[in-house]
């Protein structure tokens, strides 16, 4: 009995040493260690300070927590009160006494927006600024062989020093709070090859990975490795890369052997040649894996890898945007990283998700507005093939001489961590529609070149001057040509579009026939319950300012904007996304896909016929149907029975579109099934339903994946729809039925539940845990059949 007792209490207090604690006993290895696990949280309330957080207070409630992570759940609409304020996140973590005499760092992606670090009590960073990476080397901080406490305190409050630096109440967006991002740990010998941000490198640290000479029959990959010696004496180093497609490896080449003394940094160039290279682009969007080896004393001591695109690029003012040496007009968009509820705590694959829709939307490229995003979202952006404006955070604020250094400083972090992303061709070192002066801009463009010191690097900013191209927004010049007159020397992209004139300006539409259109009607603001009407219209702006904006010389334009968004200065949600905030397409979703070509080579899902009807069917006095399409002719049926069979508009508003839209003018309304045929080159190549929805049966449900399967084991979070359909599955557009979810598994539900159905659909956000493999999701909705799926996790 006495050694049960024992046995009992000793297991008693690891249970109160791991709760009070939160000791992490996840393996270290040598190289990157992804660190979100096993971490806690408490915002600062109720007398918690940094002293009582790190004295291990017992008397702080925490929460346990993973990374990425919002530092609060908000409200769908946020009303300008979203939560600013000081929280502490704080880990135990053990490192093996081997490692006493490797490097050791902290690699933070992104933390809003001040934060300051402290290892076994002892402060040992502070970073300032939330939208972009810091690295801490922790080496002499850590001690070997004991368990070690990090504690992270972050403020997310008003800082007029660090951009964006104006007022959450007066923003445009929201700087939601929290380590958003992932964290790792770092391992490293004494000798290795450095992170960008470990060294303040001008075009160093890390590897850079630049291209010359690129054609269909050869290109130069040249590799710059950035090296340091941490150890207590000299060492003969060299760098061997490798260029690998697939398990064949194409280049291989090492650089000269050098001397490195103690405690000093160097550079090896290693150039790879590449015989008929599989070119980087939007439709073919090949990427390598580059593979970069250090050796000291002929060890390997420390390696890299990459996925690397070859590409080149060019941008006149006479000849536009060429990629691989062909002219390419970018059609793009604008977004966002946040999701409802969660603010910018996305997963990684929700990152990719993202993209992954914007490459269905039909864009090749996308704007990073306002501010640098995740590896993740870049990450994808290679590899679906969809070129990115990077952008440092700005939006009409210009501060003092200590905002403008952080933001120098964020243009020259912006670039050492997203220089060799093959999708990144435009490097927004401006504030976005801010008063910066001649000194900063000048600054500003100089250090772009100096970070990237190879020809056909593109600096851009929405003044026109000193950058290489200049980048406004539509609304920016006037009706009724905007900047189709524009006759400046450099080469000019509008950057937005679409929202502002028809908002604000309200200079849109000149037709006569618009003028009985009230304000809300008439603008690109239309949430999805607003109904068809006023869908339409929204997709007919847009199709208005891109069909203008090709009459002029702009490379491309991308349109405000991808996904609907909070904003800190306003009461609502800003409405003009041609997807909501839950990633619900509009009408004007369907006009863009429809203007990416067909390409009959390709099986990419990205560059297949598509047919889209934008009339719910369900309106007496709404006749008009517009179809997009990429077809050549669209034939409309109206139940069963052929009503037209034609070629595209051919109105004020289609003159210069790659594929306008078709519009039929039913004299009628007959309940029943209306069916548009696509034809392509004589042959039916895409189809569209759309049915009068009847009475309301039960419940449709399925989760967003957008490309890419829930998993567990990386705090993946998904959007879960139901909708309300009829019996034969119809989804009733009018219908706002109020949803219950409920989940069975390693999962929960975040937003509100029970909510109601907007435009016949009632989302939430699914979040997977660590350990779940199978979900079960339920939806219920009163005098409706209830609706289950199952979900299988890889």
Aim: with cysteine; proline share 4%; glycine share 6%.
């Amino acid at each position: 009995m006495k050694k049960q007792l024992t046995l009992l209490s000793m297991l008693f207090l690891m249970l109160s040493l791991l709760s009070c604690n939160h000791f992490s006993d996840e393996k270290l290895t040598d190289g990157k260690n992804l660190f979100n696990k096993h971490w806690q949280f408490v915002k600062q309330n109720n007398g918690i300070t940094i002293e009582k957080v790190i004295g291990e207070d017992k008397v702080i409630h925490w929460e346990d927590i993973s990374f990425p992570h919002s530092a609060n759940i908000e409200p769908l609409v946020i009303k300008g009160d979203q939560w600013q304020g000081t929280c502490f996140y704080k880990k135990q973590f053990f490192v093996p006494k081997k490692y006493s005499h490797k490097h050791l760092a902290l690699y933070f992606e992104g933390a809003m927006q001040v934060a300051t670090v402290y290892l076994n009590g002892s402060e040992i960073h502070q970073n300032k600024g939330g939208y972009l990476p810091f690295y801490i080397d922790i080496s002499k901080h850590v001690i070997a062989g004991e368990r070690n406490s990090i504690v992270v305190q972050l403020n997310n409050e008003d800082n007029p020093q660090v951009p964006p630096g104006k007022a959450l109440k007066d923003l445009d967006f929201n700087i939601y709070g929290g380590i958003y991002r992932n964290v790792w740990l770092i391992v490293k010998e004494p000798v290795h090859i450095t992170n960008p941000l470990e060294v303040d490198h001008v075009a160093g640290g890390g590897v850079f990975v630049s291209y010359q000479n690129v054609s269909k029959s050869s290109a130069e990959v040249n590799v710059k490795t950035d090296i340091i010696n941490e150890s207590l004496s000299g060492k003969h180093v060299y760098v061997m890369a490798e260029l690998h497609d697939g398990d064949t490896v194409v280049s291989k080449n090492s650089s000269e052997v050098i001397q490195t003394e103690t405690h000093t940094t160097q550079i090896l160039n290693t150039n790879l040649q590449v015989n008929a290279p599989k070119l980087w682009s939007p439709s073919s969007p090949y990427l390598y894996t580059l593979r970069v080896k250090l050796f000291a004393d002929d060890e390997e001591v420390d390696s890299e890898s990459y996925q690397v695109g070859i590409r080149s690029i060019d941008i006149t003012s006479e000849e536009g945007f060429k990629l691989n040496g062909e002219y390419l007009q970018l059609r793009g968009t604008n977004r966002h990283q946040e999701y409802p509820y969660i603010g910018y705590a996305l997963s990684d694959n929700a990152n990719y998700r993202d993209a992954y829709k914007i490459k269905k939307a039909g864009f090749n490229m996308v704007r990073l507005s306002h501010y640098p995003q995740s590896q993740s979202f870049l990450n994808a952006c290679d590899e679906l093939g969809i070129l990115v404006m990077n952008a440092i955070p700005g939006w009409q604020y210009f501060g003092d001489s200590l905002f403008q250094e952080n933001a120098y400083k964020d243009i020259r972090k912006m670039i050492r961590v997203d220089r060799n992303h093959p999708s990144v061709i435009l490097w927004e070192a401006s504030l976005n529609e801010s008063p910066m002066t001649h000194e900063f801009m000048e600054k500003a463009h100089s250090i772009v070149h100096d970070e990237y010191p190879y020809n056909k690097v593109f600096s851009c900013g929405w003044i026109n001057y000193a950058y290489d191209v200049f980048i406004p927004a539509r609304q920016h010049a006037k009706p009724p040509f905007y900047w189709n007159n524009y006759k400046g020397e450099k080469p000019l992209f509008i950057a937005e579009y679409g929202d502002w004139e028809y908002y604000a300006q309200n200079a849109g539409f000149n037709q006569k026939a618009f003028k009985d259109l009230t304000d809300d009607e008439r603008n690109s603001r239309q949430q999805r319950g607003d109904g068809q009407k006023r869908l339409a219209q929204q997709a007919l702006n847009y199709q208005e300012a891109h069909n203008s904006n090709l009459q002029g010389d702009a490379f491309g334009d991308a349109n405000w904007l991808m996904y609907d968004y909070n904003r800190g200065y306003a009461p609502d949600i800003e409405t003009s996304g041609i997807m909501d905030i839950f990633r619900l397409p509009k009408f004007s979703y369907y006009f863009y896909q429809s203007q990416a070509d067909i390409d009959s080579t390709s099986e990419s899902e990205f560059s297949q016929p598509m047919v889209f009807i934008s009339n719910y069917y369900n309106d007496p006095s709404f006749l008009k149907v517009k179809v997009y399409s990429n077809c050549d002719e669209i034939e409309l049926k109206v139940n069963g029975n052929s009503f037209a069979r034609q070629k595209p508009d051919n109105d004020r508003n289609s003159t210069h579109l790659e594929h306008p839209p078709y519009t039929f003018l039913l004299p009628a309304f007959t309940p029943g099934k209306l069916e548009a045929i696509g034809y392509v080159k004589g042959k039916i190549a895409a189809k569209d339903i759309r049915q009068t929805p009847e009475q309301a049966y039960g419940l449709k449900l399925w989760i967003d994946e957008s490309g890419k399967p829930l998993q567990r084991g990386n705090d993946d979070i998904v959007f879960a729809y139901a909708a309300v359909v009829d019996t034969s599955g119809t989804i009733l557009p009018l219908a706002e039925n109020s949803i219950r979810f409920s989940v069975g598994g390693d999962a929960q539900i975040i937003g509100a539940n029970p909510t109601n159905a907007e435009a016949g659909i009632a989302t939430v956000l699914l979040k997977v845990e660590s350990t779940a493999e199978m979900i079960h999701l339920k939806a219920l909705s009163d005098g409706l059949t209830e609706n289950e799926l199952l979900i299988n996790l890889e």
